[in-house]
């Protein structure tokens, strides 16, 4: 079993994150607490509290038309790209994950005290999952 200590959040790709972030404030009373451009995997992000702090959620947004969310958008359309989750240690993890038989995708990586590695959909049933340590 992964050491896992949290559901950190859910992540949506859309293709605009304010006409989303509209949506969710009016139907679920979810507030905007961060956004951040991302260049280099070339994409924007928006962190949405929800009411009672019980879940985060993630708007994601391509920059242009070649980053991995313009791809997700074009192959599948807006919807739940990702689920990340804390664990204890991913080096650990991606250990565990191959013992049985599921190779992490991407392998480890990470810098500045955050680490991460995947699960594919293929090895998880159709779901991408993020595996993190680090900040919290």
């Not at 240690?89 to 049985?100: F, G, H, K, T």
Request: aromatic share 12%.
């Amino acid at each position: 079993m992964l050491p896992i200590k949290r559901v950190d959040h859910v992540s949506f790709a859309t293709h605009s994150i304010d006409a989303s972030l509209k949506w969710f404030e009016t139907i679920f009373g979810a507030r905007e607490t961060q956004r951040m451009r991302v260049e280099s995997e070339g994409y924007t992000f928006a962190t949405l509290q929800f009411p009672g702090g019980q879940l985060e959620w993630e708007l994601i947004e391509p920059l242009g038309d070649n980053s991995f969310v313009a791809k997700f958008l074009r192959d599948r359309g807006p919807g739940v790209h990702h689920i990340t989750v804390q664990v204890e240690d991913v080096q650990r993890s991606a250990e565990m994950l191959r013992a049985n038989g599921i190779e992490p995708f991407g392998g480890v990586s990470g810098a500045d005290g955050w680490r991460e590695t995947f699960i594919h959909p293929r090895d998880s049933g159709g779901i991408l999952f993020q595996l993190f340590e680090g900040h919290e």
